[in-house]
């Protein structure tokens, strides 16, 4: 891990997530970008829409964080509660920011349709909080520190969600370095290398991560993938590790199906 | 909702899914048979697979659940930790479980491989707990008692975890009603309709819950799926309520459409 470890959490906000109706692809998304931005994502959560159900998780996840990303509840509907329910968690009076409103005016005005209450209130947001204008929507991402936390809040539609959060990244740079790579390993099954790993990654002293993913199931002629990720302050740094572990575990490969080991 | 509330929570352990590395399919699985179970899924935890990760997850889940239902974690790899994490959270001692080490031996000894202290491992059950023998793989399912809550552990493969949760239900009853009907309403936006569902949604005093989802984005022929659900004692009154506020949601649309309301 790097010398200053960063944590952050992901927060999965819709009933429909719960129920599994919709496939969580938002998570892995958010997940994998944190990841190459140096952040160990640490804790997941999925929540309901409702305004308890996603106070505690947002306060919950505040404590334990430098970075929180949501997605989910942004939108024109009475269950898109997001925004109203972090601004009550952490206390933040909502005021009407008159851009946003004046872009919903005009998208609602071109549809030929009234600006209703549900739709207003897209345009009000915490007190302090900055918004990033949504390039493939209408509700904005909102930006809330909550004391050293940075709180990201991103709609769900998965278009919209991934064009805010590369907005967001630009903007606050989330600088940091990850470094993954993976071999993939014939004839080999998962618990004949699992003493291998546990030593070299002991041997790493916590700098490396070593995990085998089974690529099939473990009959005759098992298949995994070792994958070897690192996190470090200089990219340089970070590849050389992962690539001269990996080499290490290609050898102790051969070795167990020679039979040397 | 039903007269007797069942909560339920998913836990997901494993550090590919923080990573964003696997789309957290499992957890969908989970929610959907959980739901259609009677069971209000209510909290959704992704965890990783270190001791603490998974015990500090587990203890929380349980505060406020009736069942518990996990996956990751079982298999023969220094990372397959979930067992001992948990047995270690609820300060129960393992065992070994000498049909599930005779299971391991046999199918080792036909691979004509050694018994790893990582294989041994899945014979270790914490006290007082039973298990699932699993039909397409080798770790077995773990179901543990704590307190009033049940926590069923499965492993994370996919088909192994399907097959382990299915048993599961059939072991354990999880009897309960849940309905879920949707109508699809052409051009119609999510805005419109929803001070209709609001008030519809008070009407009926928390007995249902409606959802819509956009099937494509807000633009000028939108089109969106209404989600009417409700959980029950009895099949046929939940149906009943189902069918009836999708009539009432059809009716809504219509009117608004041509300008009545």
Known sequence: MSSVERIA????????????????????????????????????????????GIAETFKEAVKHSDLVVSSGGLG?????ITVESVAKAFSMKLVKNDHIMA?????????????????????????????????????PGVIIDVGACKVIVLPGVPSEMEALLGLARDQYAFGGVYCEKSIVIENMMESTIAPEITRIMKERDGKVYIKTHPL?????????????????SER????????????????????????KK
Chains 1, 2 share one sequence.
Do not use: Q, W
């Open 103 to 139: 872009i919903l005016r005009n998208h609602y005005t071109s549809l030929n349709l009234p600006l209703t209450k549900e739709r207003e209130k897209m345009a009000y947001l915490p007190i302090g909080s900055h918004f990033i204008e949504n390039p493939v929507g209408i509700a």
């Open 76 to 80: 024109p509907t009475f269950d898109d």
């Open 216 to 232: 099939n199931s473990e009959n005759i002629l098992p298949k995994i993938e070792v994958e070897v990720s690192s996190y470090g």
């Open 236 to 259: 340089t740094d970070c590849a050389e590790i992962v690539k001269s572990v990996l080499a290490e575990i290609s050898d102790s490969a051969l070795k167990l199906k020679s039979g």
């Open 9 to 52: 959490s992901i927060i999965s906000v819709g009933n429909e997530l719960l129920k599994g109706k919709t496939v969580n692809t938002n998570f892995a998304h958010i997940g994998r970008m944190l990841t190459f931005a140096g952040y160990r994502v640490k804790y997941g959560y999925v929540c309901e829409d409702t305004p308890e």
